[in-house]
């Protein structure tokens, strides 16, 4: 059973967060370090700092959305990231 990942990352250089899904959270935690997403390449490196796993990709990616708004980024902040 695939399942799929809503995930953020925290920079550590310049303390940003990320917030994608993937099918695979080891391999694009990966790719995020090593400059292969250009979006998060000037802010490397990141470290994992949560992820939910949903059985759906509409699931994931909606989780992802709610969590790129700002009632989700509060939400967010308030109940996951340590700041």
């Keep these: 059973m ?3 990942y809503t995930y953020i990352l925290k920079s550590s250089k310049s303390n940003l967060f990320y917030t994608g899904w993937t099918t695979d959270l080891q391999k694009r935690v990966k790719q995020h370090n090593s400059g ?3 979006a998060s390449k000037p802010y490397r490196p990141w470290t994992l700092v949560y992820y939910s796993a949903f059985e759906t990709e509409k699931l ?3 989780f992802e959305r709610y969590l790129k708004s700002g009632s989700g980024k509060a939400f967010s902040r ?3 990231l340590k700041p």
């Design 2 to 4: 695939v399942m799929f």
């Design 36 to 38: 292969e997403s250009f």
């Design 60 to 62: 994931a990616k909606d």
């Design 78 to 80: 308030k109940r996951f």
